[in-house]
């Protein structure tokens, strides 16, 4: 999970050993975590390949038509991207610890829960990447998503969205929520303050403690220290493992 | 399909006759036509309210958390939203006339394939609506996309995507193809010339002569003069209605 980020020039890593998928990843890649969050939940073995996204191999065009990451490459050497795409793929194929709902109605209102998170993704990215501070229009719809997944969690039976385990999406909204903490180095305390989104933060915790979610897990201090190499110009992709 | 489109202040109509679905839709938009594609390929009864979209009815942001359309209504009061979910639930939830490939793989390159799609679209919706004449790098972009359309289709058993019948992929990037000829309003002749996209133009043909296509196909004649109403700040959403 944490091996060198593979940049311009490196040689193609041979295929993976035993009949397994490959993931195309990047440590420090939420879309990517995605991914590898659903090969743990349904303990589907795997190898990844980390990319330097700041100078990527050329190889991975000719493997990947749009030169992304997050890619699944199939024992058979066929490629899929989009993280949704890959997921869904993942849980149609392998049916073992299932994570969509089995009812297709409950399945298409996660969906469109997943789909509404992109308005918080899209602000977090813009706040962290770009402005130093959060303008109030951003605070807004930060504040309006949470309470969506606030009021949504206080509806369900829980206590994680997927009832009694995580289910699809509790994962595909989890890297961000992992990040969170970010939020507060921009001077917002109280956008996750604890009576405001209460069971959402009791989620979070409960969230951590999942093996699953264990595995790919990373402190806010790591997160704080690769978005400040972002900002600087220059990502520090290998930061946990130079930090070793 | 061609009843009138309700504006601010128009009464809410009464629930469907029967147990049916509802469309929230519009007679013009794209999207929803994915939909009624899809109801009408697997025969699923239904019944359309059409929604002015210059001015929405104030019960419609009750009704749908967005206020957009196509949204579902089910015979239980529940409300989906999002195209490709709503089509998604649709298929997994009526068996009869399956849609998606039944092999999760080539399920998940035909949801890329309609992904990759968007990039068409986007396209298309600014040379149409904003600019007056296609840029390189539009004309790029469409040519593209048509392209690997065009290959995947000679890659495939055909004659249509979905093999000897229409499935997901057809009906998704059908509504856009329908539309085709505005294109060549703005001049560039040569993007659709059937030497170039000699498949596609014959997929596009047969498309033409499938039932389910036939009951929500528009001549170009119509898409022209709605777009034509629309650029002049006017849209006539009842343009059919009013022509008769």
Known sequence: MNSPHLSRGAKQPPPPRGSKLRVYSNRFCPYSQRVILVLDAKKIP???VNINLSSKPDWLYDKVPNGKVPALETENGDILYES????DYLDERYSQYPLHP???LQKAKDRILIERFNKVISTMYRV????GRISLDDDEAISNGLTTFENELGDRVGPFFGGSKPGMLDFMIW???ERADILKLFGNQHLLKK????KLMEWRTRMTEETTVKKSLLDSEFHIKYLQSYRAGMPDYDLILNSK
């Open 46 to 48: 795997y190898d990844i």
């Open 84 to 87: 949704l795409i890959i997921v």
């Open 102 to 104: 089995k009812d297709p």
């Open 128 to 131: 962290m990447m770009n402005v």
């Open 175 to 177: 890297p961000w929520c």
């Open 195 to 198: 009576d405001k989104y209460k």
